[in-house]
């Protein structure tokens, strides 16, 4: 059995109708922006909702790409999902009678692997496509179905696909993982309960997003407690019941907002944005010199009075929650670049999601790429308009930013990547005053 080996798919989606952003940066943003619900959080609360035949609902959810097809992957099974207004989405998943996620979902995007852990312990089996690689990295699911195991599925790995069954229920028991996994963390929680018995998770994943699942389940009437910063526990139930959830505000957009803010010296304010879920960003940015102030669900930053040369360079290492966020390290790359000094930058989760710099010096930043987790940032760099291409979603937007603070035009392609994960970027951006269109790309 050749299981949780790295797996290179030829298959190729059919791409979407090339469209690139254009900016013209250099412009101050200002006024105030709205974060929308996190897309990280969505897309296991959608899945989560298969766990039970009643009806859940979910508002605050963003209208992003992958909540798309997240939906058009669950339809494709039998669930039946409305999407009565902008943000809110009922799935009602009473009768799934295809228990199997096709390569083109997977490949679409990595996310519904996680659909493995609530199909499994509702219905006893699934046929999941391995999602493979991508952008950012080997990207393995060892640890997913590892953690099945463990809870007493029999997983069989066949010509890319896994043949996972539970004959008769699973079993609660212990996962631990060698390294911490946030959607390793939600699978396992989701199968557990379901489960027969007591299962603890340790090390558990401490992202926001696992205890907003967690919030989720309860209200379905599973039994599932972070008993330490590092564990949770389940105690499996025979049915679960519909619930209703507003998923939490996003920090990755909360934090690539603040950036914008900082490297155009503009003035924000955020709402709808929980402060205490980027502390270690905050930090960052105190330690930098931007100032950031946290209030009741808003954050405010005022970069208006900030001169060049006045921010200061900071090493950074990405880790998994309360640390700093991988996904936040290309948005905090550049501020970097405006910082007085050389910052050192340790990529510690994701191998190859510090390439995307190469793609930033063409802005003109002044980096040394040193190998696939390190790279070291000299600044204060005078940004300027260039073409760039984007490679995956947080580098996406992080080439934005960089527009926004370059004097001149920029062609960025590959818009598609972005709106993945950002609802309405271009239009949240104009609403603040910037310079930027989604157009056709007639770029080769
Ligand atoms: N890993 C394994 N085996 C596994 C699972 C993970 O070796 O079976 C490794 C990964 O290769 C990585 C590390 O463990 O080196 C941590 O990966 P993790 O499992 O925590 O990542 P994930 O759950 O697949 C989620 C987010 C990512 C985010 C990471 C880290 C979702 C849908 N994705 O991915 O978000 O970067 O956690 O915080 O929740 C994004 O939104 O742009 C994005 C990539």
Redesign the pocket.
Known sequence: MAD?RPFHWEYVPEAPPPEAFRIEGGRPLRGTVTVSGA??AA??LLAAACLTGERCRFENVPEIE?VRVMCEVLGDLGVVVEHPEPGVYEVAAGDVDWLFIPLEAAAKM??SF?LLGPLLARFGRVIISNPGGDR???????????AMRALGAEIEYRNGYYYAQAPGRLRGGEVTFP????????NAMLAATLADGHTVIRPA?Q?P?VDDLIAFLCEMGAEVVRTAPDTIEVEGRKRLRGARHSVLPDR?ETGTFLVAAAVTGGKLTLENAACEHVTALVDLFAKVGVPVECGARAIHIDATGLRPGDLRACDIETS??PGL???LQPPTCVLLTQATGTSRVNEA???DRIEWLSELRKLGASIDIEDAHHASIHGPARLHGAEATIG???AGASLILAALAADGSSLIHGAHHVQR?YENIDRKFQQLGASIVRSADTAP
């Open positions: 949780a897309k990280n897309l296991k992958d990595r996310a996680i950012i990295g080997r990207r393995p699911v060892n640890l997913h179905v590892d390294q911490v996994t946030v959607m390793g963390t939600e994943a992202e997003e990755i998994p929650y966020a991988t996904d989760v994701f191998e995956d979603l947080r994960g």
